[in-house]
């Protein structure tokens, strides 16, 4: 499971669901580390 970085979009999936994030940090968050696209904050 860690070389599919399972464990960390688990951590990251449940640090989301308590820490009170905005859709926008959300997609922000994405758009950085997925797509590999510029900060936009």
Do not use: F
């Not at 990251?12 to 994405?30: C, G």
Request: charged share 25%; aromatic share 10%; no cysteine.
């Amino acid at each position: 499971a860690r070389e599919y970085h399972i464990e960390r979009k688990w951590r990251e999936a449940r640090l989301a669901r308590t820490a009170p994030i905005s859709p926008n940090l959300i997609l922000s968050y994405l758009a950085q580390h997925v797509l590999g696209l510029p900060r936009s904050y």
